[in-house]
């Protein structure tokens, strides 16, 4: 090969080599498997608390004998989720180096969601998660104050894309079905109850034996009963419980293991709930609600009225109870 065609192929060479280097600098996206510039995980510290921001919301996640999300309870593996999400994120290639792309790809500091995460009271993390990139789980994560963008892969990406009420704990009830011992019911004056003895379920204050399978659905509902959301604290302070039912289950030795309050919704499918002595209102589905609060004439056939069935409304239940009771209480 002459010195001459050397030299020309160099050459070529050295400008393929810059005009490529250019390219990456100027260009929109990144090209090529980098090695991930950073990683998301704590290296074994142990997570005091995180602060998700974004423009529509902030939501504070603190630890501590138990979690907590902008001031009401957490899920109780909220610290556990973050710090495993964080271990096993992958920060992939590189998006792009153009700080014009950050409101395309979501990672903005106006259009982003920051991700602040805290140990030992100092910030050991700070990242601002945007749009979805390719891939189920994936995402583009940028460092604020950094122009590269690059992808992430994992739960992380669910994690900082949940609502408020996705982080709080949502169980109202959780009791071992065998330590259902009783089941009471009332609605204003009137109260009728479940109650387990040697010899089985029976209705009280009537004394009508009553099969297991007839009040199964209703000790499937307790023992683990969850919400499906909560009610807004502006229509939570409005709401008047006086028409509520109350439903307390007792458990061995007398016990009261749950003390909840029902208040049918009118202006939605479904109700309200809460636990004695908490202020935190609970959205339950009309399904779970009307499978606790049974007619008597379900649970006991031979004391349903005539005419009563599938249209009478849970807001008459009780008073039809109170029927029931009185005529039982009644002299023969």
Known sequence: MSNRLLKILLGALVGLLAAWGIARLVSGSGGGPDEAPFSLAMGGAAIDSAVIASAEDTIRIVGGPGWSVNGHEAVSDAGESLERALEEAVVGQLASRNPENHGRLGV??????????????DQKLSVII????RGVRGAYVRRPG????YTVHGTIVGLVSRAVDDWRERQILSVSRGDIAEIEYEYGDTAVSLALDSTGWRLEPAGVAVEETAISSV???LSALRGIGFAADTVADTLTWEAAARV???????????DLTFLERAEEVGYYVRRAGSPVV????????DQILKREGDLAPELAEPGEGAHLS??????VCGGVA???RAPR
């Open 314 to 319: 849970h807001s008459q239940l009780f008073p």
């Open 326 to 328: 009185q005529l039982a």
């Open 108 to 121: 903005s500091d106006q259009e982003g969601r920051l991700l602040s995460v805290y140990s030992g009271g």
């Open 130 to 133: 945007g749009g979805r990139a």
């Open 146 to 149: 950094a122009d590269e963008v």
């Open 219 to 221: 000790l499937n509902q």
């Open 248 to 258: 307390r289950v007792v458990g061995p030795g007398e016990a009261v293991v749950g």
């Open 282 to 289: 609970y959205t339950l589905s009309k399904y779970s609600g």
